[in-house]
């Protein structure tokens, strides 16, 4: 089990309607329908995640979020989850526009570029690979890099409203000087 999958279960009310943008092989979809009784729906673009999701019971639709959420009415969805997925995508304000336009909250996660170990190995002249970036600069799947904070400018810049922001290193929540301290950044927004 993914730890960090309870700190965001924690921010997703019991009973929500989840839709969940990237959502990989549906482990953490999996997690909200059985321990928050989640009604659950995943969207992906790899196959072979398709498939894992299919595994899992996780209703998933194949889709280049790049394409847009247009089969989804506004406020579908009582919480949109972005985990790990902004950093894939070349329209990130659409996309963050999308979701809170089809989701009453959403929940946004990313490997904070900021963190003091990805500082030091900068400053050794090399790009880092951690756990939370675990590629090398010329295979990696990111688009782009961000800090935690930069997300709320972006925030700001999409008209979203953000309503609670930490960062995550290594299964807890981090709330003191999260842009140095935390691996990961976490931030829970709606519609302006």
Avoid at 120 to 134: F, K
Wanted: aromatic share 6%.
């Amino acid at each position: 089990m993914n730890p960090r999958f309870d700190i965001i279960a924690a921010r997703v009310p019991q009973g929500s309607r989840v839709l969940d943008l990237g959502c990989g092989n549906g482990a953490l979809l999996a997690h909200l329908r059985e321990r928050r009784g989640c009604s659950v729906q995943g969207v992906e673009i790899d196959p072979d995640k398709v498939v894992a999701c299919a595994r899992r019971g996780v209703d998933v639709l194949q889709l280049d979020l790049e394409q847009g959420l247009a089969m989804f009415a506004d406020d579908s969805f009582d919480v949109v989850l972005m985990i790990d997925s902004l950093p894939n995508l070349r329209n990130t304000e659409r996309a963050l526009r999308e979701a809170s336009r089809v989701g009453r909250q959403g929940i946004a996660t990313f490997a904070n570029f900021a963190h003091w170990r990805i500082r030091l190995r900068l400053a050794s002249g090399r790009l880092p690979v951690t756990e939370e970036l675990p590629y090398e600069w010329y295979d990696t799947p990111n688009l782009r890099v961000t800090t935690y904070a930069d997300f709320s400018v972006l925030a700001a810049k999409c008209g979203l409203r953000v309503r609670q922001a930490m960062g995550i290193q290594a299964g807890r929540e981090v709330h003191t000087l999260p842009n140095l301290l935390a691996s990961e950044a976490m931030f829970v927004f709606s519609a302006g």
